[in-house]
């Protein structure tokens, strides 16, 4: 029994550091942020912090790493997806709800002191599948035709998910993949079709 309270309490204990962290990224660059100021912000004692990470840098690796696996979960269904299944909207709804379900630290990557390098591990996790599927949704395009989408596309779907974090995500994983799927696939007509 001893074992399931030190669980809970280790689990709220990171929760804990994980808030504070993220509310003060959205404020100062991370190299700003001291764990003396992280500790008072968590109301934990620098032992508890250190009992856990090894320094702010370490925090927000196990962080990015946490993310990243719940992220290569999400895409496993899609990627065991037969191919004839699988559609670009499909590949963006599990996309976007992994995000919407990791919000805090995806407000703190695309925010002005972001890890701009995890944001782009993370667009490059779907690539390869992504690049499958819109090479056979174009089949007249060249492989450079569909990376060059690629690009133009993963870039646009950050300013997606950066304007629905700023709307606080109030709307659903798939109405904002649907969004991002008509735009992809029609452009400024999408505009017409809403």
């Not at 599990?94 to 972001?114: H, M, P, Q, S």
């Not at 056979?136 to 060249?142: E, I």
């Not at 606080?168 to 809403?194: D, H, K, T, W």
């Amino acid at each position: 029994m001893k074992s399931k309270g030190k669980d809970y309490r280790t689990r709220v204990t990171k929760m804990l550091i994980r808030k504070a962290f993220t509310d003060m990224l959205k404020e100062k660059p991370i190299q700003s942020i001291t764990i003396k100021e992280l500790c008072e912000t968590a109301g934990i004692n620098r032992g508890t912090f250190y009992s856990h990470y090894s320094d702010i840098y370490d925090l927000l690796e196990k962080m990015e790493e946490e993310m990243m696996a719940d992220f290569i979960k999400a895409l496993e269904p899609l990627l065991e997806t037969d191919k004839e299944d699988l559609t670009p909207v499909k590949i963006t709804t599990g996309i976007f709800r992994c995000l919407k379900e990791n919000a805090d630290i995806c407000t703190v990557t695309l925010g002005d002191y972001g890890d701009k390098d995890f944001a782009l591990r993370l667009i490059n996790l779907g690539r390869e599948k992504c690049v499958e599927t819109y090479s056979r949704y174009f089949g007249s395009a060249t492989p450079k035709q569909i990376e060059f989408f690629y690009a133009f596309v993963s870039a646009g779907c950050i300013g997606l998910l950066q304007k629905w974090l700023a709307e606080g995500m109030v709307s659903s994983p798939e109405e904002i993949a649907a969004m991002a799927e008509n735009i992809m696939m029609y452009g400024m007509g999408a505009l017409e079709r809403a």
